[in-house]
């Protein structure tokens, strides 16, 4: 074949993501393990997954060599998530708040109604 | 020069780059997509698609977590096991999670070898990417089945606490479970077309007739490396939180 067809990389590369996973994984595991809590364990969290998500996405798919034309269908659509997160809390903290309130068993003021 | 693919092999000249190639490669009044055959293509929309819908579990999860009043159960305990005399946290889950990222190694090497045009390596590879999957299907259904059996959760209720709890777990686990179940017959197809050498000859599609060639192998494995990605945030969110 004179030409090589399709994505075509040296497969160092797929190593040492490969390996960057495995390590990636272990410590968010060790978040758990190790009973990190509140901000510190949030921030853990995210960072490795976001990291993992990325490294397959732009490595074991292949997105860091794909044209700017597929990569922004891929990576653009799902920005709007963010907004719909956004909405998720507001409304859970409205609802959580609402079921505090009215059907807490412990809620003396709901009592006085009956 | 080693980018080129086969399906464009007509496109001799120079492509732009950057914002300037965005905007010539969707203005081009031709394919949008250059130099990926449409299969790929047609596989990134499905997995953008794919993408919304975990999404909205996600989303839909965290929703009923934050809005419940009943406790949470602690995934960590739950999730624990007794090995070697002692309870290790979440041990399962992370096992599981290992059992996944290596199947996404072997399947990133398969495509690799695939172009290399290596029948043999390919089909291996392949397999042992199926019979990874296939290892985290059977232990999620030990996790399923531990659960259903000796915690007592259930889709509509949950002993533990929230009984959310056991509506989000089903919901999400299980797809993803589905997802990777599907995958693993896909991958058995594709090894054996691979071991057959129907990529080597070109040969005809069972289904639309194309000649079937190694791009097959890295459409396939997009779908496996985003089955993988999926659980990187279940992992997160679900069992991390």
């Known amino acids: 074949m004179a030409q090589v067809e399709g994505q075509q990389h040296p497969l160092g590369i797929y190593f040492k993501i490969w390996i960057l996973l495995f390590v990636l994984s272990a410590a968010s595991y060790m978040v758990d393990y190790l009973h990190f809590v509140g901000w510190l364990r949030w921030f853990l969290i995210i960072i490795f997954m976001l990291l993992k998500a990325g490294l397959i996405v732009a490595v074991f798919m292949h997105m860091v060599w794909e044209r700017f034309a597929l990569v922004y269908v891929v990576i653009v659509p799902p920005l709007l998530l963010i907004v719909f997160v956004g909405i998720g809390v507001l409304e859970a903290d409205y609802t959580f708040f609402a079921r505090d309130v009215f059907f807490s068993p412990n809620n003396f003021v709901i009592e006085a109604h009956h | 020069m080693t980018q080129t693919s086969h399906a464009t092999t007509a496109d001799s000249t120079e492509l732009l780059r950057g914002t300037a190639g965005v905007i010539a490669d969707w203005s081009s009044d031709q394919r949008a997509f250059k130099r990926v055959p449409w299969g790929k293509a047609m596989m990134w929309i499905f997995l953008v698609s794919d993408t919304f819908i975990f999404s909205c579990f996600l989303i839909g999860y965290m929703t009923v977590r934050v809005s419940t009043t009943d406790p949470w159960p602690n995934p960590s305990e739950v999730f624990a096991l007794t090995m070697f005399g002692e309870k290790i946290p979440l041990?399962?889950?992370?096992?599981?999670?290992?059992?996944?990222?290596?199947?996404?190694?072997?399947?990133?090497?398969?495509?690799?070898?695939?172009?290399?045009?290596?029948?043999?390596?390919?089909?291996?590879?392949?397999?042992?990417?199926?019979?990874?999957?296939?290892?985290?299907?059977?232990?999620?259904?030990?996790?399923?089945?531990?659960?259903?059996?000796?915690?007592?959760?259930?889709?509509?209720?949950?002993?533990?606490?929230?009984?959310?709890?056991?509506?989000?777990?089903?919901?999400?686990?299980?797809?993803?479970?589905?997802?990777v179940s599907i995958g693993v017959l896909f991958l058995i197809i594709v090894a054996v077309k691979v071991l057959r050498g129907n990529m080597d000859d070109e040969r005809p599609g069972f289904m639309t007739g194309r000649p079937q060639r190694y791009e097959m192998v890295e459409t396939m494995g997009l779908y496996w490396h985003f089955v993988d990605l999926v659980w990187v945030f279940i992992f997160a969110f679900f069992y991390l939180w």
Do not use: C, D
Request: no cysteine; hydrophobic share 55%.
């Open chain 2, 91 to 179: 041990i399962l889950i992370a096992i599981m999670t290992f059992v996944l990222i290596t199947s996404s190694g072997t399947m990133a090497l398969a495509v690799n070898f695939g172009y290399r045009r290596n029948r043999k390596v390919t089909f291996i590879l392949l397999l042992a990417t199926a019979l990874l999957g296939a290892t985290f299907v059977g232990m999620q259904a030990f996790e399923w089945t531990k659960l259903i059996t000796e915690e007592g959760v259930r889709p509509w209720a949950n002993p533990l606490g929230a009984p959310q709890f056991g509506s989000v777990f089903f919901m999400i686990t299980g797809f993803h479970g589905t997802h």
